[in-house]
């Protein structure tokens, strides 16, 4: 077993007891659920909605290269520096050599996965430079010195009582349990970082193809304060951020923020489309784009799980995912976290090592029946599952299953396990709840049926 | 019409009144039931395991076996799915695709058989006390399923049939998935109970017995008094 699929076991069997995180998260996403249902309601046809967006989607992904340079041609002739990052210390140096360039001591962020996914502001911490995230959740969580909890809803496994505990201890603020209150504190703390700093990175909702523009979507006006008040903006980005045309985001905004946060739009969107042109007053000096691939185009060569690079980092197969309501987003240990995250992690970071969260699911499919851009996600599971096994099989578990088939492929066999598991069905009650019982994986929380006196097809010969 | 009725191994072995209420269900129906005995599994759990070489053992046996059938119903939403849905995946590409794919075209859940099949909602059970009904996952969404079995339970008279909230959320038995994360399938059982509980029913009720084995263990362990039932004991019950 990997270091990750340990440590996921344990973090699950913590949490998974924790009654308090339990109900948290529950009362949450259910209120999400009902909001989400709301404003779904404001749309025509959710599933033709979900099937143009799927499509839109289909025609990027599988034209990145052509829609690529279009972005990329368009953005650089308003002055833009693009950079083509193939890794993720490939990205960190890159934006590090923007930031030392540019002789800044204060870097002020706005929320983006990608940063997380590389690592960004643990870098930059070492280098010396002060990160201080903008929105308000990823802010928390940073005092914290923890990862997002969720990739939308960066501080939701906390309440305000924790929230203004934090504040009172790193921010010197009043206990409050007001959110407006609580609001204000971190705005007067981030307000003076926003003066301060030299470098705002900010990541991206989506790359119109067509215009050359950058889309970000955001309800505090965060990100729009970081890319517009320091001298030099970067924005990083996945190369799957891709949308061929500008009248798209008439569709995937408010899609988005429907499944996302249940929202009818999200509260401040802005399009990005170059740095400060002659003539203009404000806006950064420079804009560097750093476009990321970080293993998507390894994802884009496997034809079956191409479609989770549509994936809009919504949000929606993590609140309706049953796993991820119940173990939390740290549990996984990944940078996306919930339905995608286990379908994309092993794809980015490894299969052997990041198999056991394909394997952490019931397969329900309540992530696919969520999911905006229609991405396959609980069949992807079960594909990693296969592809685990052909690329390096448990000899062990193979056996097992062959044995299994022999067995049930022999009536005889199969009668006689029956007829076992009756016989030693009272020496199994005895040894429940004692590490010797065969089956405790069960029957530590469940009692497991006895094998009936008569099966169906005992009854069924006797009848005829 | 020919019945050719699957009884995966669980039910076979743990659950038979269930396959026994199906049969004299169908049987009043006037239609003539086979049971192959050979048929004992649809290889669904090696199969979500990822071996999917040893699970075309076993499906190839129940391929075999069930490929002229004129229908083939079965007592399980999840290994309808199996039969339905993966068959055909398994074997594409392979020579036993063409009969999976007609394998998958005449394989009935048992309550969508009676609804979308037969066309009978009313099969004039009366079963006095409140129920819930619980969603099975595969049944829900592999195969489509949710409507035929509150429609049949709406027939069944003196049954009062309340909705619980979070119907559609998977109950965490997950097939070796409760065995492999048990302490996650377990919490999932428990958010799923309560959901039933709230409602005040007596009875959840689904149509699979696989998920209600896991929620009667958990039930059942934790003292509750709510009881599981698969949807056939409630249609032949009078």
Redo the contacts between chains.
Sequence with gaps: MSNAAQQF?EA??TI??NLRH?GLI?TAL?KYEVARDRKKSAFNDWSSARQSAAETKWDAINHLDTYLTEFTSKIEARGTKVHWCTTGPEARDTIRGIIKDAKAKCVVKSKAMTAEEIHLNEALEKDGFEVVESDLGEFIVQLRKEPPYHIVFPAMHLTRDEISDLFERELGSAPTREPEELTMIARRALRRKYIQADVGITGANFAIAETGMVSITENEGNARLTAALPRVMVTLLGIEKILPKLEDLALFLPLLATAGAGQTVTGYNTLYGGPRQPGESDGPIEWHVVLLDNRRTELLADPEQRDALHCIRCGACLNVC??F???GGHTYGTTYSGPVGSVITPHLRGLQEWKHLS????????C??ACPVKIDLHHHL?QN??????DS?SWI??LA??A???A??T?AL?QFG?EV?RIVEPLRLRLQGTPLDP?K??T?????????P????????NRR | MNVTLF?P?F??????????HM?RILERLGHRVT?P??V??C?Q????????D??R??AG?TLHHLQEAEAVVIASGSCGAMLKVFYPQLYAGRPEEAAAQRLSEHTWEFSDFLVSKLGVTDLGARFPGKVTFHDG??G???LGIKSGPRKLLEKVRDLELIEM??A???C????T?????????????E?KCASAADTGAEYMVSNDSSCL??L???L??QGKPLKTLHLAQILDSQ
């Design positions: 076991l699950a069997g998974t007891r339990r529950q259910r049953p796993i309501r119940n173990v394997n952490a699911s019931s397969l329900c499919g309540a696919t029946e079960l599952r296969r592809n685990a096994v052909g099989p578990e193979r299953w062959r299994h088939a022999f049930v492929n009536p199969y029956q598991a089956v994986s069960w530590r929380t469940r009692d497991l049926p006895p094998v009936a008569e099966s169906f097809k005992e009854w069924w010969r | 009884i191994c039910v076979d072995s743990c659950f038979p009144q269930v396959g026994m049969v049971c005995e050979a004992a599994c290889g759990p090696a199969f979500n395991s990822g071996y999917w040893e699970a053992i076993v046996k996952c595969h829900l969404r592999e909230g979070d559609e959320t998977c965490g038995f997950g097939g998935f409760a065995a492999k994360f048990p302490m996650i399938s377990t919490a999932m059982g958010v084995m896991h009667q263990g958990l059942s362990r």
